[in-house]
C-alpha cells in the first residue's frame, strides 16, 4: 500500500477491499439567530499534500459500544469545545459513505450527520477542545461560514451538498435522506 508510513484514523479497520472501514457521526452547528443562517465549519489539510485545504464539519469515528447520536456530541465537543446533549440533536438529517484519502492512505466511511441549533453561542457550556495531536497538525481553522461563502469557495467542501442548499435541514422536515457513496 502507497502511503506516507502513518497509522491509520482512529477506529478504521482494513478490510479486504484494501480501504479502512468506519462508522461516523458529523454535527452541522447551525447559528441561525441572525438575518443569515451560519454552519460551524472547519478548514483542514491533508499532511500528504498540505497545498489541499478542504472545508468540514466537526465529527468524526464511533467509540466501541457507542451510537452514531453520542459520538456526534462527544467530537463536537472533543473539536469546538461546545457542550451538548444527545437529544438537542436532530436527525440524522443525511446518511452518506464518504470514500476517499487522507495520509496517503485509502478510507470509506459510513456517517450520519445531525444538526443542532446555537441560537446564542454565548449562552452555552463551552470548554477547551481536545484535539488530537493529527487535529492539531491537520486542522488549520475553525469558522462559521453561510450558504454564500461556501458556494463561493476556492476549496474543496465536505460534504459537498453544503455548498448547494441547506433546505433538507433549514428545517429539517422529519426525513433523513441518503446521498449514498461519495467520492471525496
Do not use: C, K
Not at 436527525?91 to 446555537?118: H, K, M, N
Not at 470548554?127 to 453561510?146: C, H, M, N, P, Y
Amino acid at each position: 500500500m502507497a502511503g506516507s508510513g502513518r497509522r491509520p484514523l482512529d477506529g478504521h479497520a482494513l478490510a479486504a477491499d484494501g480501504r479502512y472501514h468506519r462508522l461516523g457521526a458529523r454535527v452541522l452547528l447551525v447559528d441561525d439567530s441572525g438575518s443569515v443562517p451560519r454552519v460551524l465549519m472547519m478548514r483542514g489539510h491533508d499532511p500528504d499534500q498540505p497545498e489541499r485545504s478542504f472545508w468540514f464539519t466537526p465529527g468524526g469515528g464511533l467509540e466501541s459500544g457507542e451510537t452514531t447520536r453520542a459520538a456526534a456530541v462527544r467530537e463536537l465537543e472533543e473539536e469546538t469545545g461546545l457542550v451538548l446533549e444527545e437529544h438537542e440533536l436532530e436527525g440524522p438529517v443525511w446518511i452518506r459513505t464518504a470514500i476517499f484519502d487522507f495520509a496517503s492512505l485509502p478510507y470509506s466511511q459510513l456517517e450520519e450527520i445531525f444538526v443542532a441549533r446555537l441560537a446564542d453561542a454565548e449562552r452555552r457550556e463551552q470548554r477547551e477542545s481536545a484535539w488530537t495531536e493529527q487535529e492539531t497538525d491537520t486542522i488549520d481553522d475553525v469558522v462559521w461560514l453561510t450558504l454564500a461563502q461556501l458556494a463561493a469557495s476556492e476549496i474543496e467542501v465536505f460534504p459537498v451538498r453544503l455548498r448547494e442548499s441547506w433546505d433538507d435541514f433549514l428545517p429539517w422536515d422529519g426525513e433523513t435522506r441518503n446521498m449514498g457513496e461519495v467520492d471525496e
